[in-house]
């Protein structure tokens, strides 16, 4: 601020040049091992470029046990056109780029709260039912228009989800003792692949919810019906394996673990923006580029985009090998509701908050795996300077030599808090647009925003189709005269003398799902939260002690 009260223009600060030493430090730990670690003989990642695959064939296809297989029809051989970054059937790589942000991309190979079947060990080939969705859903895929090079597919998400809350509203204290709602969400679309340079994709999507005892129903659970996606996509002619995808209209924004930016599928209405993707593939390197805006969803009426709320993003990724990545990016939000943000000085302004930050992941060695990523923040909210960070970083083992597959993970997730309101400073950390529901617990009362998060979880395979998952939290506040917010970024607590400390609760979250097929998916969760010093003293009840309660069961048909 200039010393006559006007708004200087934003410029890299000493902090900004802070936040690349500390990131280049981190990945410079990291990158020695990852070296070090045995490459795979063949590198299968797919390419951007025309593809010519065999199609499966159907059951009708089949030889039966009465005719010889000399009878059988041979598989025709089909051209599929479009964008590359599209996750191959039954998952996507670990911490894939700007994904497409279906349920089954993974977002973390500890992520059990997100459909994150990828790399599960599912094998879907004779898996139960399979052969009989292939034939119902194999003639609605990739079916030629006449004699055009052009292909159009029927696309749909089914899915039912009944949760059981108590007490419901955390906030309130637990005034409602208990609840249970049932969500329902349909999704249909047209996937159109005119050309190998052209490619067109519309899905509507209706999200009902019942029994919820919020008026109205809320918009993160209710939409009568829209389009969730609405784009076209042009990819000019390139070299082999270098090209260009330029993509414009309404579209799932999914980058790294979804921490900063996802699409948050796990809502009932999810979260999906209007905006210009460019993406650029050269050799092991892509780099994306983004401008947009987030999109209010709005039961009864159309959906549009917030013009108050911009986000623009450019990272670059480096994927030497398929489990090996190292991100970097930078990441503007400009928010323009002035009615939002009260400075210390007790003015309203808008926001602006550039996010620099970086990601590595990959494999250790005798079966261990790390994951860092670090992130500044910097700018203004009202007229207050913006000085935040945040972490993460998670080591895990798994092994193969017992009769169970099995899986271990330590993770420490942590993100500054205001330690001084009123000082003229923003130091609460604001992860942006995320999907917080994998990573800070299943019962989404936790977000990556003042907040110091110590985790230990295992996996269990007990069947190829099926992982068990056992998680736990405790969540404790970074600084303790800042909030308690919850997935959603609203504040549940506060304390503002900070007399009643920094433990919050430890949360126990334990997860079944069976991937019946590449289709069907069952999911079931109970997650429970024993409150501590904090909770317990800002209880609105006068420090109630009593745990709180989730439990809910999922299905989805998915084609």
């Not at 601020?1 to 708004?7: H, L, S, T, V």
């Not at 623009?312 to 030497?320: A, I, K, M, N, S």
């Not at 990601?359 to 992130?375: M, N, Q």
């Not at 409150?531 to 003293?537: D, I, M, S």
């Amino acid at each position: 601020m200039d010393d006559d009260g006007k708004r200087s223009p934003l410029r890299p600060s000493r902090l900004r040049a802070g936040s690349w030493m500390t990131l280049v430090a981190a990945l410079g730990l990291f990158a020695p091992a990852v070296a070090r670690a045995e490459e795979p003989d063949v590198d299968t990642r797919p390419r951007p470029r025309l593809r010519i695959v065999e199609t499966d064939r159907t059951s009708a296809e089949r030889p039966s046990a009465a005719a010889p297989a000399a009878a059988a029809k041979p598989s025709p051989t089909r051209v599929r056109f479009g964008a590359p970054d599209r996750p191959p059937e039954g998952g996507a790589p670990p911490g894939g780029i700007g994904t497409d942000g279906e349920d089954h991309n993974e977002i973390g190979k500890n992520a059990i709260g997100e459909n994150a079947t990828a790399d599960d060990g599912y094998d879907v080939d004779g898996s139960l039912l399979q052969a009989e969705l292939d034939e119902a859903f194999g003639h609605v895929r990739d079916v030629q228009i006449g004699d055009l090079p052009a292909h159009i597919s029927l696309i749909g998400d089914f899915r039912w989800r009944g949760e059981y809350h108590d007490p419901f509203d955390v906030a309130a204290g637990g005034d409602r003792s208990h609840d249970t709602l049932h969500l329902f969400r349909f999704r249909l679309g047209l996937d159109l692949k005119i050309s190998e340079y052209l490619e067109v994709l519309a899905e509507y999507q209706v999200s009902e919810v019942t029994d919820d005892p919020r008026s109205p129903d809320p918009s993160s659970s209710q939409d009568s019906a829209d389009f969730q996606r609405l784009w076209a996509e042009i990819t000019p002619m390139g070299r082999e394996g270098d090209r260009v995808a330029l993509r414009v209209g309404r579209q799932n924004l999914d980058y790294g673990q979804q921490r900063l930016i996802g699409s948050f599928q796990f809502s009932n209405v999810a979260r999906t923006f209007d905006a210009f993707r460019a993406r650029g593939w050269w050799g092991d390197f892509t780099l994306d580029g983004v401008l947009g805006y987030v999109v209010e969803h709005e039961d009864d009426h159309a959906n549009d985009a917030i013009d108050d709320i911009a986000l623009g993003l450019v990272q670059l990724q480096w994927r030497p090998t398929e489990k090996r990545v190292i991100e970097v990016y930078e990441i503007l939000k400009f928010d323009q509701r002035r009615d939002q943000f009260l400075g210390d000085d007790g003015r309203r302004d808008d926001a602006e908050i550039f996010t620099t930050g970086a990601r590595a992941e990959g494999p250790l060695l005798w079966g261990f795996d790390a994951s860092l990523e670090g992130a500044l923040q910097w700018g203004r909210i009202a007229r207050d300077e913006v000085r935040a960070w945040a972490y993460h970083i998670r080591l895990g083992w798994e092994t193969k030599e017992l009769p169970v597959r099995v899986r271990l993970f330590l993770e420490l997730n942590m993100a500054s808090g205001d330690e001084e309101p009123g000082d003229g400073n923003a130091e609460r950390f604001d992860n942006l647009f995320p999907t917080n529901h994998a990573h800070y617990g299943l019962m989404d009362l936790f977000s990556w925003r003042n907040l110091e998060d110590y985790v230990a979880g295992i996996r269990i395979w007990p069947l190829p189709r099926v992982v068990i998952g056992v998680d736990f939290h405790h969540f404790r506040l970074q600084e303790r005269k800042d909030g308690w917010f919850n997935a959603g970024g609203r504040l549940l607590r506060r304390d503002p003398t900070g007399a009643s400390g920094k433990s919050i609760a430890w949360e126990l979250d334990v997860l079944v799902r069976w991937k019946v097929n590449a289709y069907l998916t069952f999911e079931a969760v109970y997650g429970r939260l024993r409150p501590l010093g904090f909770a317990q003293a800002t209880d609105p009840k006068g420090g109630s002690a009593d745990d709180i309660h989730l439990g809910y069961l999922q299905v989805q048909l998915k084609f």
